[in-house]
């Protein structure tokens, strides 16, 4: 059996004790299993089963019990609930509608009751949904209204409405009209209705009224048709109005009502929005499409082309029936465009800017105001110049005396005068032009000046010269120093700061950057005191004028102030030392000298210790221990091994070389200690052992106990995995009798049979030491080699039998003749101890013990040697006296007999 059979033996033997535990049989029910019948689409509360249940020990069904668990399908179309105290009953609930032709047709609900005690019972009700014969179904607005069809007068024959309708059994459905009316008819296969007549509203009925009857061949379903005749006018609209020329002024606003339309049918006279009225074209005005009212559409300006040439504007009236038909009227109206003094004077650029360099002198042009007036009256297009003004310019700008429309300086621009400032340095002139026209209208130019700063001043450094002092251990992205430089321009057109130069050193050709606005000195690279100790910058200011910049330079001084970043580097590191356990205590280990070196520190600042538990019982010390950079290590205390105070063997000294910032001082962070490391191996050695000897440190064994504890309320968990355990022992005794049977029936050739197996000797023994009489049956055979393959050492190829597997040689060839003849008889009696069933080396001879009568020497001549590999022969075993010893036998004088060297298998 394999994990996953046994896996499932466990699973099913969980699942079976689980359904144990929940059936326990303290509830019972009455009229549970059983099956229900429901119609379809049954109403909501329909009861579908009652039940009655009974519950031993005094016990009560517990809350929300009785329920249903997992039903097939799963639906919420039932619920159960208590009816009583101990009767249940199963009902509808409407939510989803149990339809025959789309729900399943069966359903299984597992009926769940729990007591207080926890005892509970399940029962099945099967429940079947019976078909009900329903009625024709409208799939349109005809299922809850009636049908209302509209049909215009003079409408060609042809359909009018198809119903959707279908029978829920899928029941041919038959259709019909009533009344019936030679007007209308309906296809009864489809219930397709069609008018067959043209109608007039005029001369016939207004409407038509059917009731519209399908049936299924069981149920009919009537419902309600009614048809419109719907009026249209085929008379044509006329216009009431006679005057069809206008004159109306220009630029009217849009909207304003300029004419009024009437027109009327004369077979539907009042019948509001009946008629409809367009106009073209619509690009100067509107109508109303229900009251015939024209508006102005779009400003309308006599001034501006087409209507500068052509103020006459022609519009084409039309009036036509609603819905549309083909009687139509159309009417011509004619309106002459008036000019009136609505254009003031144009000046041309209205708003207009100009750059007055703050260097300009008096008496320049600043610019020149263009107006002119477009109405087409010469009455109205006359104008001239009446006013110039201009907010706080102090008299700075006037009219030109010289030429209408020229304005110039006459005063001073400059903007670093206090008295000329202004916001932005900007000036406002506004000019006004006025026509002569009724009323008198005004045109309005506006110039905006704008003086444009000379950059006359360059960038001054407060101070010219700057000293700045920083640490060699600030890194990247500290700041040096500030520096500043002010224009006296204005506006500031802003200032850019660089280094001109100096900073170069470490292979670079800056470690300085400076910020080009604010003019920040940072650092761009660690700097080191100990390769340059002062730099000398060139800090170059330019301001922002972009032609011809101004530029100026100061001085910057950096000193690189000395920190204590360097550590101590010693030498040698890493050393490995060998000494005896029995050195003096003081003696300068293996010679042994620590040379210590620090860019920032001076000799006498070096202090050295050694790091944590690495020199264990303190027997190694520095001499001296601070104070100079050249020390040597002495064995402090003496080696007890002996006395079982020391145990290690091998020690790894972690030494810390500190250089206690002796030479800089205060001018350094507080407590800022440069510090080494070296690493010295020392072994102890015994000196009279001839190898060194180690002792391994004692190791920690960490034993973790874990303790299974199972609840008092789980003992099922220990039956099933004993359960478990004695089912896949009894598998595996199963297994291993089925092996036993099937390999007593096995056929073994290579056992040799027992002796005992035959119950009577042919022989009688003649005593305790008597010898047994052994018959050995040798027998040449020629083998058949059905294969063959390559020796893997000598790389020849050899031939073997596939059943047998003997070999030989592939060039080896069997030899049938001459064959050796075989003595009088193939049957030689070995004599050999009791104990003994075989004779050793293969060695024949007669019950006598004397040698078998070798053949002659003109048969020796004749004998062929054999290869051992080439030939199989078979040795039968048998009991003295069972083969022809009494009586030889001839063997088949064909078949070669193989010395006792010859046999190569058994």
Not at 560 to 571: A, F, G, L, R, T
Not at 662 to 677: E, I, S
Not at 742 to 751: A, F, I, P, R, W
């Amino acid at each position: 059996m394999d994990h996953k059979t046994s896996l499932r033996v466990f699973i099913y033997l969980l699942l079976v004790f689980e359904a144990m535990q929940g059936v326990r049989g303290t509830i019972s029910f009455a009229g549970l299993p059983s099956t229900a019948n429901v119609a379809e689409n049954s109403n909501s509360g329909t009861v579908v089963a009652q039940f009655q249940m009974t519950i031993s020990g005094g016990a009560s069904i517990a809350p929300k019990y009785p329920t249903i668990r997992n039903s097939n399908p799963l639906t919420k179309a039932f619920q159960v609930s208590m009816t009583g105290l101990n009767s249940g009953e199963v009902r509808i609930t409407g939510n989803p509608i149990l339809d025959f032709e789309t729900a399943p047709n069966v359903f299984e609900l597992p009926i769940l009751a729990v007591d207080t005690t926890g005892d509970s019972n399940m029962q099945i009700l099967t429940v079947y949904l019976t078909d009900v014969d329903e009625p024709p179904v409208f799939l349109d607005n005809l299922n809850n209204q009636d049908l209302l069809i509209y049909i215009p007068e003079g409408t060609p024959p042809g359909p009018l409405y198809e119903p959707n309708v279908v029978d829920p059994e899928g029941k041919p459905l038959t259709f019909s009209l009533k009344p019936e009316n030679p007007a209308f008819s309906i296809n009864p296969g489809n219930g397709f209705i069609a008018s067959s007549q043209i109608f007039d509203y005029e001369t016939g009925n207004k409407s038509y009224t059917f009731s519209m009857s399908v049936t299924d061949g069981t149920h009919t379903v009537v419902k309600t048709v009614i048809v419109y005749i719907v009026n249209t006018n085929d008379a044509k609209p006329q216009f009431k109005i006679k005057n069809t020329f206008f004159t109306i002024p220009e630029e009217l606003p849009p909207g304003q009502v300029v004419a009024n339309i009437t027109a009327e049918d004369p077979d539907s006279f009042n019948y509001v929005g009946y008629l409809l009225y367009s106009l073209s074209p619509t690009q100067y005005f509107a109508i109303n499409k229900y009251s015939g009212v024209i508006t102005v559409a779009m400003r309308m300006d006599r001034d501006a082309q087409p209507l500068r040439d052509s103020p006459l504007v022609t519009v084409l009236v039309t009036a036509r029936y609603s819905p549309p038909g083909v009687h139509t009227n159309s009417l011509t109206l004619t309106f002459n465009i008036t000019d009136i003094n609505d254009n003031p004077p144009d000046c041309n650029p209205a708003a207009q800017r100009q750059e007055v360099p703050e260097t300009e002198v008096k008496g320049a042009l600043i610019a020149t105001v263009t107006c002119t007036d477009i109405d087409v009256d010469p009455a109205n297009n006359q104008f001239k110049f009446t006013n110039l003004s201009c907010l706080r310019c102090n008299r700075m700008f006037a009219w030109s005396t010289k030429e209408p429309g020229n304005i110039v300086l006459t005063g001073s621009l400059d903007i670093e005068d206090p008295n000329n400032f202004y916001v932005g340095n900007e000036y406002s002139i506004s000019v006004v032009a006025e026509d002569l026209g009724n009323p008198q209208m005004k045109g309005t130019a506006y110039i905006y000046v704008t003086t444009t700063p000379v950059n006359e001043y360059p960038p001054v450094f407060h101070p010219g010269l700057y000293v700045f002092n920083v640490s060699e251990i600030e890194g990247p992205s500290a700041t040096v120093g500030v520096v500043n430089a002010t224009d006296e321009d204005f506006p500031s057109i802003g200032i850019t700061y660089s280094i001109a130069a100096g900073g170069s050193t470490l292979g670079l050709s800056n470690i300085f950057w400076i910020d080009p606005n604010k003019g920040i000195i940072k650092l761009l690279v660690r700097p080191d005191y100990e390769v340059k100790q002062r730099y000398d910058l060139l800090i170059e200011a330019v301001d922002g004028d972009p032609i011809k910049p101004l530029t100026s330079t100061a001085t910057v001084i950096i000193n690189i102030i000395e920190v204590n970043d360097e550590p101590p580097v010693c030498q040698p590191n890493g050393t490995t030392l060998i000494i005896p356990s029995d050195l003096r205590p003081g003696t300068n280990l293996r010679d042994f000298i620590l040379t210590c070196t620090d860019l920032d520190s001076p000799p006498s600042s070096f202090r050295y210790a050694m790091k944590g538990v690495s020199n264990v019982n303190n027997h190694f010390v520095f001499s001296p221990t601070s104070g100079t950079n050249i020390t040597r290590l002495i064995l402090k205390e003496p080696f007890d091994y002996s006395g079982g105070l020391d145990k290690t063997w091998n020690y790894k000294l972690t030494v810390l070389i500190f250089d206690d910032n002796l030479l800089v001082g205060a001018r350094q962070p507080k407590g800022l200690v440069g510090t080494g490391t070296i690493i010295i191996n020392i072994q102890v050695v015994n000196p009279s052992l001839t190898t060194v000897s180690t002792t391994t440190p004692p190791s920690i064994t960490y034993i973790t106990k874990k303790e299974n504890v199972y609840s008092s309320t789980a003992w099922y968990v220990p039956f099933i995995i004993a359960l478990g355990s004695m089912i896949l022992l009894g598998l595996l005794g199963y297994l291993l009798y089925q092996l036993g049977k099937y390999l007593s029936t096995k056929d073994c050739s290579c056992c040799v049979p027992r002796v005992n197996k035959y119950k009577e000797s042919l022989i009688p023994e003649t005593g305790n030491n008597a010898k047994k009489e052994v018959v050995m049956e040798m027998t040449k055979i020629n083998t058949v080699f059905d294969g063959e393959a390559v020796d893997p050492v000598t790389g020849k190829v050899y031939e073997y039998n596939t059943k047998s597997g003997a070999r030989r040689w592939k060039d080896t060839q069997i030899i049938t003749k001459p064959q050796l003849k075989q003595p009088e008889s193939s049957t030689l009696i070995i004599p050999v101890e009791p104990p003994s069933p075989i004779t050793p080396k293969g060695r024949a001879s007669t019950a006598k013990g004397q040698e078998a009568s070798k053949p002659d020497e003109k048969e020796a001549e004749n004998k062929i040697p054999l290869d051992p590999k080439g030939w199989h022969s078979r040795l039968t075993q048998r009991p003295a006296g069972r083969q022809s010893a009494l009586k030889p036998q001839q063997k088949d004088p064909e078949k070669p007999i193989l010395e006792s060297g010859d046999l190569s298998e058994v």
